[in-house]
């Protein structure tokens, strides 16, 4: 069989959900087909890798150690997957890969143009891609919305891609915006109209529409729009406002969408969602409530923290629990009286000296109440430090990204980072393999002696205060394998006080919640 491949675009705004929706279809189709993800971002930074969350949101990062776009993540979640670096194609990556070709002289004395130059490279990655993985299908979505003009490039080369792999091996599937204004009580497809002529323009008619609104769309509304934007109206779908966004393949699957891409593409791989709504369904219909509250210096904009909320919804499909996470902003930290109404804490990761000081209290505080404590990456540094402030009497201490003076620098950058100037792709990123120390909580919840997990960071727990921590009762309950680098502590005696260096939370999936997570949410009901 032919490699196939869907094309997904978006119009009208941007956050209607692409990337969710990508994943949805390619969920749909998996019982059978091997399905390869391919995102393509118009910025012309490389990667995410040196974007303010604020910017872009989280950075997911990849087993590879490629910081990629946070649909990675869901691509992830959704096609249980383990996703590579040379899947996620940014502008970036191709005027950097345009300019090195010319400088070697492979353009043979032409002048260098947006096309084909520029179009031919995007389609050879892509097609690459589908050589060296083999896949049945290839998904592919096209960042941005139609008309932006950092996108342009690759629509063009997606609608040539039809003439390479053939008509009958490639379907365009453009998500829309249908709205209901306030007041008037009607759906509207005019948006939908006017984005679709924009892809038109660009050569590109697509083959289903997915109206995102927040009601199913009625018969009359899919008439319109199929009659204006020529498609059939089977093939224009819901894209229905969720609470749960694992309820899209649900909403698609009732939709008759994956019946449509197999005739399209003569393809058969039906959907089997059973164990999916059984995990829904217990979101649905929690038998428990709890509060956990979340403290970082991002919490205005809750994407930074899209693979922790994902892992806590994970955690409440299978333990049956509403959790309701608490967003506490920790820059100007004055009132700590949220933690009087709370069922735990989260400490995640981030970067620099804001906010730390207001979390390290809020450690001290978890500490010193019993209150469940999962730290992430810097939430695990901060709570060395308030360990090593409080316990240890080394008053002072403190990492030297937050404090280069500091007497005490219990947390200090790497040797090997150290002479690095730049700053994309320079961190410890990717998988690293950890050794789990018997009889302690980490190794009770993983259940195995070697774990690898995903980390994302420049600085560790200083070696030179090892011994000087663990006399007084940190337990380091997991290394590197060479036994230098601390990737998880836990205090004992507590109901729950552990962290990790890494972060755990980019490999949880629906079917199997992260289990640091897994286990803190259960000490959290157990409070």
């Known amino acids: 069989m032919s490699v196939k491949y869907i094309i997904v675009t978006g119009g009208v705004l941007s956050g209607l959900g692409k990337g969710i929706a990508a994943a949805a279809i390619g969920h749909l189709l998996s019982s059978r087909l091997k399905i390869i993800p391919v995102k393509c971002d118009g910025y012309l930074n490389v990667d995410p890798g040196t974007m303010n969350p604020f910017e872009h949101g989280e950075v997911f990062v990849l087993d590879d150690g ?14 249980g997957i383990t996703c590579k670096s040379k899947w996620n194609l940014t502008m970036g990556k191709v005027f ?64 040539q891609m039809k003439e390479d792999v053939g008509r009958e091996n490639i379907i365009y599937i453009h998500l829309t915006y249908v709205p209901v204004p306030y007041g008037v009580n009607e759906q509207k497809s005019k948006p939908t109209q006017q984005s679709v002529n924009l892809l038109k323009q660009r050569g590109i008619f697509p083959d289903i529409i997915i109206g995102r609104c927040s009601q199913f769309l009625t018969r009359e509304i899919k008439a319109k729009i199929s009659s204006f934007c020529d498609v059939s109206q089977d093939a224009v779908i819901t894209g229905l406002d969720v609470d749960d966004i694992y309820e899209i393949p649900v909403v698609f699957e009732r939709e008759n969408l994956p019946e449509i891409i197999h005739k399209k593409l003569n393809i058969y791989s039906p959907p089997d969602l059973r164990k999916w709504k059984e995990l829904i369904e217990n979101t649905r219909n929690p038998k428990n409530e709890i509060t956990v509250s979340m403290c970082g210096k991002y919490t205005r904009l809750e ?6 909320v994902e892992s806590f919804n994970h955690c409440s499909a299978h333990l049956g629990c509403k959790i309701n996470l608490k967003w506490i902003e920790t820059t100007d930290l004055q009132d700590t ?50 360990f090593a402030r409080n316990i240890c009497g080394l008053s002072g201490a403190n990492s030297t990204e937050i404090e280069p003076d500091t007497p005490y620098p219990v ?17 410890r990123l990717g998988a690293y393999p950890a050794v789990l120390k018997k009889g302690t909580l980490v190794h009770s919840l993983y259940g195995t002696e070697e774990v690898s997990e995903r980390h ?43 962290a990790t260096q890494a972060h755990p939370e980019l490999k949880s999936r629906m079917e199997k919640p992260a289990p640091m997570f ?10």
């Open 518 to 527: 897994f286990g803190f949410i259960r000490a959290c009901l157990q409070k």
């Open 66 to 79: 490629a910081e990629v776009d946070m649909d990675f993540g869901h691509y992830e979640r959704f096609l």
């Open 303 to 308: 994407d930074s923290y899209a693979s922790i």
């Open 337 to 386: 009286s949220f933690i009087d109404n709370t069922d735990g804490i989260v400490v995640p990761g981030g970067f620099g000296s804001r906010g730390t000081e207001g979390k390290i209290e809020i450690i001290r505080l978890a500490r010193e109440r019993n209150i469940p404590f999962l730290g992430l990456c810097l939430g695990l540094q901060l709570a060395v430090i308030e």
């Open 456 to 498: 994302r960071h420049r600085y560790e727990v200083n070696p030179d205060y090892h011994s000087v921590i663990a006399d007084k009762g940190m337990v380091f309950s997991g290394t590197s394998l060479d036994g230098r680098l601390v990737e998880f502590i836990e205090l004992p005696g507590l109901k729950f006080f552990a």
């Open 96 to 159: 950097q890969t345009v300019r090195d070709k010319e400088r070697r002289g492979d353009y043979l004395g032409k002048t260098v143009q947006y096309i084909p130059h520029v179009t031919d490279v995007i389609k050879s990655h892509v097609f690459e891609i589908a050589e060296e993985e083999t896949p049945d299908l290839v998904i592919i979505e096209i960042g941005g919305t139609v008309g932006d003009i950092e996108n342009e490039l690759f629509l063009e080369a997606v609608r």
């Open 411 to 427: 947390i200090d950058i790497l040797p090997e980072q150290r002479n690095i100037s730049e700053k994309g792709a320079t961190m």
